[in-house]
């Protein structure tokens, strides 16, 4: 079942207008929630920046963040995923209107679409690892804002596959940003390193778990901007997001981060995350 613009509707049956802004010009914002054991995993801090994303492209939203979670938990309820591992989608596009380009002056009225999913944790990478190559970082300059407008992402992966890896590590001039769908770390002498939360990355929700339990842990720190030459020498890297959670990448243009396996740091910082799951899990 999915909740498209006020209407519960069977997968298959969604109506999504061709003068949609969203679906025109990429005229919107989205949210993706990790669901554990039937749990909304960090909603707060989705919702709020969902709304900063929508504040971002002056966007007003009439829903209240408890009305998104009522229909985020009817989700799950009507998919049969309350005690699953999964995912809840919402995308809010800015409404329909006659094609132009131009915002027009009459607020419209904005259309949510949500579904949600079952989604395993991806355990084997996890374990395992991934493998990564240099992309240039062409998408536009609002990183920041979650918006729909992912085609640079999707090309930028793409390049990636076809060069042999699972995914990209982005660079603008040299300058290493983050990774198609996910923030990027550095591991040097024990210590992290990660691009500041600037315009240029996503400010990632795992990334700011990831910074919050090194503080708590005495593991050092630095949102610096580094180049390629500095990855290209990491004693570990791995990449943060919402699904892939802390994945280690162990190979980048083909030659292995450090010795080639998963580091130490990123094992004790999995093992931190893990913990953070659980109890956030067994606390509701």
């Known amino acids: 079942m999915l909740y498209v613009d006020g209407n519960w509707v069977k997968t298959g ?3 999504i207008q061709p003068e949609d802004r969203g679906y025109n010009f990429g005229d919107g914002i989205y949210e993706v929630i990790r669901v554990y054991a039937g749990v909304l995993y960090q909603w707060d801090e989705h919702i709020a920046r969902l709304y900063r994303s929508a504040e971002g492209i002056n966007l007003t939203l009439p829903w209240s963040k408890a009305e998104l979670r009522a229909i985020s938990e009817e989700l799950l309820r009507r998919n049969a995923l309350q005690t699953s591992d999964g995912i809840v989608y919402l995308q809010i596009s800015r409404g329909v209107a006659p094609r132009q380009h131009d915002v027009p002056a009459n607020p419209l009225k ?3 679409t949500a579904f949600a999913r079952q989604k395993a944790r991806p355990v084997q990478e996890l374990q395992h690892g991934i493998t990564a190559a240099l992309v240039p ?6 990183c920041d ?4 407008n ?9 390049t990636a596959k076809k060069a042999g890896a699972n995914d990209c ?11 198609s769908a996910a923030n990027l770390f550095a591991v040097k002498q024990g210590e992290l390193y990660t691009h500041p939360a600037t315009n240029l990355i996503l400010h990632g929700i795992t990334r700011q ?3 919050s339990l090194a503080a708590k842990n005495g593991i050092g720190v630095h949102e ?14 791995f990449l943060t997001g919402t699904v892939s959670e802390i994945m280690p990448i162990v190979k980048l243009d083909g030659v292995p981060v450090g010795n080639g396996e998963i580091g130490s740091l990123v094992k004790r910082l999995q093992a931190l995350f893990e913990a953070e799951i659980f109890a956030s899990a067994t606390a509701t």
């Open 110 to 112: 904005p259309v949510i």
């Open 137 to 142: 970082d062409l998408r536009w300059l609002m």
């Open 13 to 15: 049956e969604a109506v």
């Open 145 to 148: 804002i979650k918006s729909l």
């Open 169 to 179: 590590i982005l660079h603008r001039d040299g300058i290493v940003t983050e990774c």
């Open 209 to 211: 778990t990831i910074i």
């Open 150 to 158: 992912l085609l640079g992402a999707v090309l930028a992966k793409e």
């Open 224 to 237: 610096v901007a580094f180049d390629t030459a500095f990855v290209q020498s990491a004693d570990e890297l």
